[in-house]
């Protein structure tokens, strides 16, 4: 069984940045594909951004692409959001997701972490 562990997120004000960490417990063939996703209150939790083992950063929301950096550190097990130029549509519970591909889709991802919150205000 695959743990994520998330940890960064917090309060910020427009144009600020963050960089949210996702740690995961073990890397296996299901965890092939690390992936950020958020969900506003009253709102479906969407896709943000994800990475390949290899280290490929893929699946930029369009609304993150340019802001949004996502990248990996395989040897930590680590996987990293880095955010910049936040906006308060940004505010949201930030999820860390593993899954065996890098799908578009949250459902094709087997393991959730708790989750870690960002809020962007003045």
């Known amino acids: 069984q695959v743990q994520l562990v998330e940890s960064g997120g917090g309060s910020v004000q427009p144009g600020g940045s963050l960089r949210l960490s996702c740690v995961a417990s073990?890397?296996?063939?299901?965890?092939?594909?690390m992936g950020w996703f958020r969900q506003a209150p009253g709102k479906e939790r969407e896709r943000v951004a994800a990475i390949t083992i290899g280290g490929r950063p893929t699946n930029y929301a369009a609304s993150v692409k340019g802001r949004f950096t996502i990248s990996r550190d395989n040897a930590k097990n680590t996987v990293y959001l880095q955010m910049n130029s936040l906006k308060p549509e940004d505010t949201a519970m930030y999820y860390c997701?593993?899954?065996?591909?890098?799908?578009?889709?949250?459902?094709?991802?087997?393991?959730w972490g708790q989750g870690t919150q960002v809020a962007v205000s003045s």
């Open positions: 073990q890397y296996t063939y299901s965890t092939g594909c």
């Open positions: 997701a593993a899954g065996t591909w890098c799908s578009l889709a949250a459902a094709d991802f087997g393991y």
